[in-house]
């Protein structure tokens, strides 16, 4: 996923605001589950949910005003009940800016623990 950084995503430095990260992170996670044919808002109508168990982030170089990014997303694991994302971010140099990890759990409306349904195991072996 390309992302251009703005104005309003950067600190006092002119850096990408730390937090701003995992906003792109959730952005890259659905455009990897909507080119699969699933969307997030179509899940929630059927009941099925994610809520992160885990997220982890490991920063390597600022982000600038005016830089694009290129969020790059897989899926490192998935059992019945969890999927583990993993992201590289890169600036338009090729230059990494950070590596992360999103441990995600599976839940229902009620938000309790609810396995995978057919339709995300089918989409998540697809690649």
């Known amino acids: 996923m ?17 937090a701003n990260y995992l906003k792109y ?15 997030v808002k179509g ?7 994610f809520a992160v168990r885990r997220q982890e982030m ?3 170089f600022p982000a600038l005003y005016g830089d694009t990014l290129d969020v790059a997303v897989r ?4 059992t019945p009940y969890r999927i583990v994302f993993a992201y590289e971010i890169k600036n338009q140099d090729g230059r990494l800016i950070a590596k992360a990890e999103t441990d ?24």
């Open 2 to 18: 390309k992302r251009r950084v703005y104005y309003y995503d950067t600190d006092t430095s002119g850096a990408v605001y730390h």
């Open 25 to 39: 992170l959730e952005e890259a996670r659905s455009e990897y589950l909507e080119a699969r044919g699933l969307t």
């Open 43 to 49: 899940l929630l109508e059927k009941g099925i949910g």
């Open 58 to 60: 490991e920063y390597k």
């Open 75 to 78: 899926v490192r694991e998935h």
């Open 104 to 127: 995600l759990v599976c839940v229902g409306r009620d938000l309790k623990l609810l396995e995978l349904p057919p339709e995300i195991k089918a989409a998540l072996a697809s690649g």
